[in-house]
């Protein structure tokens, strides 16, 4: 069955340092790829996606991630974290073969001032 | 730019009452879904739609159910609420199965 890891419930880092979320996935083939963003209060908000091509995505608000097939990881960045950034992050896989999607635990990130 | 409108924000219910969950899609997207968030349990997709006139089951469908009449409303029923359906309850839309899904900003609802 293919799933989505989010190895990290919580992460925090200081203002102005850099980001990174980690996801794995367990799927045979190249899945579709997504981050979304949760702001308290709100529904999810897509960042960036991966369909395929080059293996490296920009998103909004400046973050960016990594498709590495080898390691089944889909990690997410940011080279400077502001205070804004504070959210619950999700990873999410789209299966083809069983034609939906599949959503990571997420991540909550607090920005230290 | 209304996008995934849900309706109501927030319902308390008593335990055995029924209601209806209401979203609205303005983007003409063809496939929506309804999730249950809870803590540490990420999203559950509860039931789906492909199309108009069209429903189907998700990971966590009991006690659940579904009507999509007209395209763009994607109705969501509890027939007899339990304490374990309090949570926060998201609709979604996309155009195709692997779109990104657009999000409503989610309806609170505890049964006591």
Redesign the interface.
């Known amino acids: 069955a293919q799933s989505v890891t989010q190895p990290d419930i919580h992460i925090t880092v200081s203002e102005g340092a850099s980001l990174e979320l980690r996801c794995n996935y367990s799927y045979g083939a190249t899945p579709y790829l997504f981050w979304y963003v949760q702001s308290p209060g709100q529904g999810l908000q897509l960042l960036l996606k991966y369909f395929s091509g080059d293996t490296l995505v920009q998103g909004i608000k400046g973050f960016e991630a990594e498709f590495k097939r080898s390691q089944s990881s889909f990690n997410l960045r940011k080279p400077s974290v502001h205070w804004s950034d504070a959210a619950e992050y999700f990873c999410a896989v789209f299966n083809t073969n069983a034609g939906k999607s599949t959503f990571g635990d997420g991540t909550t990130l607090t920005v230290k001032p | 730019n209304a996008g ?1 409108t849900q309706t109501p924000k927030f319902r308390v219910l008593k335990t055995g009452q029924s209601m209806t969950l209401l979203c609205a899609q303005d983007m003409n997207h063809e496939y929506m879904y309804w999730y249950r968030q809870d803590p ?4 559950r ?1 509860i039931h ?1 739609s492909v199309g108009e006139g069209t429903t189907a089951k ?1 990971e966590v469908p009991d006690g659940y159910n579904v009507s999509r009449l007209k395209k763009q409303n994607f109705l969501l029923g509890l027939e007899s609420a339990a304490p374990s359906q309090t949570s926060v309850y ?1 609709c ?1 839309s996309s155009w195709t ?2 779109q ?7 309806t609170r609802l505890s049964i006591l």
């Open positions: 995934v540490g349990m990420g999203l997709l789906y998700g998201f979604a199965a692997y990104p899904q657009h999000f409503g900003d989610g």
